[in-house]
């Protein structure tokens, strides 16, 4: 023993029982405290699906599950990717789909600058994919509209969506393509509108019962 040391008092019986009193105390005012803090339905629920097969959560909160791989390389924001989806609500509800396959930037809309795109979290999943995956996402509110009411989609919503990327094209390259379709459609007008052109909506004869194309 050092000759230093400085021998410490026996602490009274009746002391620690006070001590062991409070903590006693203190714990199960907690647990009191916590029963009458109401549980946030958002964060319960990604909480438990986080911890579901399968299911991956990225650092910025989303949570995705891949139904079917694809192949190959990601889509950047300078793509517009062709996709066939499916929104939900967590209870179920269908708030959107998409009748066809759809082209759709990739880019997140960016307020600040006025760039039109979709919600971070649908274009952050996007990025993870690559041609011919389907994956199953869950966009928490704060990467999906957040307080906004979107009318069929309450404020504070997470979203889920199923995603099936066939195919994505830089955006420029879309773009394009879009100008070449507006300008033959443009020259078949001007076709269309010469002697002998047929009534817009008519069909040739013996095409009645066909459907008619663009």
């Given at each position: 023993?050092?000759?230093?040391?400085?021998?410490?008092?026996?602490?009274?019986?009746?002391?620690l029982?006070?001590?062991?009193?409070?903590?006693?105390?203190?714990?199960?005012?907690?647990?009191?405290?916590?029963?009458?803090?109401?549980?946030?339905?958002?964060?319960?629920?990604?909480?438990?699906?986080?911890?579901?097969?399968?299911?991956?959560?990225?650092?910025?909160?989303?949570?995705?599950?891949?139904?079917?791989?694809?192949?190959?390389?990601?889509?950047?924001?300078?793509?517009?990717?062709?996709?066939?989806?499916?929104?939900?609500?967590?209870?179920?509800?269908?708030?959107?789909?998409?009748?066809?396959p759809?082209?759709?930037?990739?880019?997140?809309?960016?307020?600040?600058?006025?760039?039109?795109?979709?919600?971070?979290?649908?274009?952050?999943?996007?990025?993870?994919?690559?041609?011919?995956?389907?994956?199953?996402?869950?966009?928490?509110?704060?990467?999906?509209?957040g307080?906004?009411?979107?009318?069929?989609?309450?404020?504070?919503?997470?979203?889920?969506?199923?995603?099936?990327?066939?195919?994505?094209?830089?955006?420029?390259?879309?773009?394009?393509?879009?100008?070449?379709?507006?300008?033959?459609?443009?020259?078949?007008q001007?076709?269309?509108?010469?002697?002998?052109?047929?009534?817009?909506?008519?069909?040739p004869?013996?095409?009645?019962?066909?459907?008619?194309?663009?």
């Open positions: 023993m050092s000759i230093t040391a400085v021998p410490l008092k026996p602490v009274k019986r009746s002391i029982v006070y001590i062991w009193l409070f903590v006693v105390l203190a714990v199960v005012a907690a647990a009191a405290l916590a029963m009458q803090t109401p549980i946030d339905p958002t964060t319960a629920f990604l909480a438990k699906n986080a911890r579901a097969k399968g299911v991956v959560t990225t650092p910025s909160g989303l949570q995705y599950q891949v139904l079917t791989p694809g192949k190959g390389p990601h889509p950047t924001d300078e793509d517009i990717g062709l996709i066939n989806y499916e929104g939900r609500l967590i209870d179920g509800t269908v708030f959107d789909k998409s009748p066809q759809t082209p759709i930037p990739v880019v997140a809309s960016d307020p600040a600058t006025g760039r039109q795109g979709v919600i971070k979290g649908f274009s952050e999943a996007l990025k993870l994919m690559s041609k011919g995956a389907k994956y199953r996402v869950w966009i928490k509110p704060s990467l999906a509209y307080e906004k009411d979107q009318g069929v989609i309450p404020p504070h919503s997470t979203l889920v969506f199923d995603l099936e990327l066939l195919e994505f094209i830089p955006e420029s390259t879309y773009r394009q393509i879009q100008q070449q379709q507006q300008m033959m459609q443009q020259q078949l001007q076709r269309g509108g010469g002697a002998g052109a047929l009534p817009p909506g008519a069909l004869p013996g095409a009645e019962g066909q459907p008619g194309g663009r």
